[in-house]
């Protein structure tokens, strides 16, 4: 690791649509960037989130002070599914840090500066992060630009967009793209699907086809699926209602059903249950869950600023499956009669431990015993 020994007068800044301004230095791409300003916990596996489609339209905050220690590597294809990175481009609208560091490992191809300034990325380093994740633990996600230092001296409008704005148009798969053929036909409803979670699905012997989420129930029918994946995606559920109706003429053909992330939103939507903005998300490779069913804990990989909350299940036959050990989120739910379940983390854990990839065994059986 080759850290920097000064990071120097700052030339950019991050300002918060409450007026803060965060001083710092750029590094990757020099240029203007905006979106909702949320913090990860992770103190590893940048490759993997920072190119995870889940953070399109949002400023990303790494609460660990040194990243970049180990560089980047050359990307890793089979079958036409990244196995080091979550999708072919860095997703985040701009990286914030602490200190950015000159790392490089026997595998990597470049280092965390040239790998944003590759896709057009703004990162900012010397910002003070413990500030500005204090705030946000106190006053909940804010809508924030990256700017040159000039400018934020003038104070500019800053207008919060994240919420009215449907980011999977930019994730999603633009066509039907299978990988493994010759396994059992699984279909997924691709949002912007982690090619982790792409990964483990082959590994668990599955034909993955990936569908545009707009594809007409009928057509993915025909591809004759043995069961469906609802994926990870970015943004605001509420604005994907034309979804939510396709997910529930899926479980009227009683079609094993496994949600991820926004799928597990979907799914709860489809269920007749309020998703809700939650204050400051869960974002980090090491957030505890507890099995309702069995008692057992689980440390696991989330990103997510939507939830659903414990109160929403009072009554009916969406139950929850998982729960949250730092807040009253549930995190996972099954249905009592309907081959249907769901995760709000990401059990293919890339990064993060592999507590819980036996979930796609679970969703594997559901598939060949239904």
Known sequence: MDADKGI???????VLEDGSVFPGRFFGERRRARGEVVFTTSMYGYPEYLTDPSYRGQILVVTH???GNYGVPKPLMKDGILQNFESERVQVEALVVSQCTNGKRWDSEMRLSGF????????????DTRTLVKKIRNKGVLYGTVVDIEEAKRAPKIVNEYESADYSKFTQVKHITVHNKGGIKVGVLDFGIKHGILSYLVDSGFEVARFPPDTPVEKI????PAGLVISNGPGNPKLLDRHVKSVRSFLEYRLPILGVCLGHQLLSMAMDKQVTKMSYGHRGVNRGVVDTSTGACYITTHNHGYGIHESEFREGEWKPWFRSLDDDYIEGCYHESLPAISVQFHPESRPGVDDTRWVFQKFKKMCTES
């Open 221 to 224: 029918l025909e591809y004759n």
């Open 8 to 14: 120097g007068a700052p030339d950019g800044a991050l």
């Open 65 to 67: 002070p040194l990243v």
């Open 116 to 127: 944003l300034k590759r896709d057009l990325v703004p990162g900012l380093e010397g910002v």
